[in-house]
């Protein structure tokens, strides 16, 4: 199996082998600098002056992100196909973004970043296996949130997905992978499609929870990108949730992550 880079174990599992991932703790300032600049990150200028939150957030994201394209590059090294992926220059780990914020990552490399919940989140794969991956990390909302927020969301097909073959999640928990599925499956498709959609254009269809837990498993969803022109997509993906040690399953403790594929699942490992 793949390292698992500080991807919970539970989605690391269920990663295609072709994506690779990483995650990277949001944590001081001073130690994130340390590491961005072993890795040759730096903050862009518009972000200098940007609140401390943000510019840690966005070097935990960078790092989650060098990381994850380090081991893709590494895999193709071994496979020996690195000139097809990457110029394996170390100044192409740097990911810079373009005018809408979409990172713009080496020729040949599809992917996505997330910050939230304490965690930079980031995932790569090879362009000719994807044509575009999203990932997503958040808290899991409270019982409140849920209720309140649950009908800009979710429609009623997606509450049901609550039950799934083996497990029942919360409703927190369902607004919560349903929220954070929509946002990475947005992810996924505005680099290639450049449309902004809303909550109600993404469907999340399925969710197969792994065999005796709720805490991992997979997703389908469906997109509709531009009503009038019929265009569509499915996606498929997978989420975990995990805890803080010492926490309960209480909404303010745990977190859920989702990484969602456009095109081809590039098989399984
Ligand atoms: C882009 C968006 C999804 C980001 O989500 P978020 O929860 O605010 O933030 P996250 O921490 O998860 O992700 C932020 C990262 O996403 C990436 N990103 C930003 N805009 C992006 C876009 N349009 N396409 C792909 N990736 C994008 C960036 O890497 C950003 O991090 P950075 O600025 O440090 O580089 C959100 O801000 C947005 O624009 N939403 C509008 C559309 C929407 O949410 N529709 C409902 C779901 S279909």
Known sequence: MKAANGVPPGLARRLPRHICAAAHRIGRIEDLRDEAERLKIT???????AIDKRRREYLAGRISAARALSDLLGTAVAEGDAERLLTGRPEAIAVAADGDD???WPDGVVGSISHGAGFGFAAVAAADCYRGLGVDVERVVSADQALRLGPRV???????????EHCCLTREEMFTLAF???ESAYKALFPVHRRVLGFSDVELE??????????????RLRAT???????????????????DAGGTNGAAACRLWTLVMDGSDGGRP
């Open 154 to 164: 979710l429609t009623d097909r997606e509450l049901d997905l609550r039950r799934g």
């Open 225 to 243: 990108i531009d009503r009038d022109a019929g265009v569509a997509a499915t996606l498929v993906g997978c989420y975990a949730i995990t805890c």
């Open 180 to 182: 954070s599925a929509k």
């Open 206 to 219: 399925r969710r197969d929870g792994a065999k005796g837990t709720k805490r991992s498993g997979d997703l």
């Open 43 to 49: 903050l862009p200028a518009s972000l200098e002056r």
């Open 102 to 104: 979409v990172p713009l």
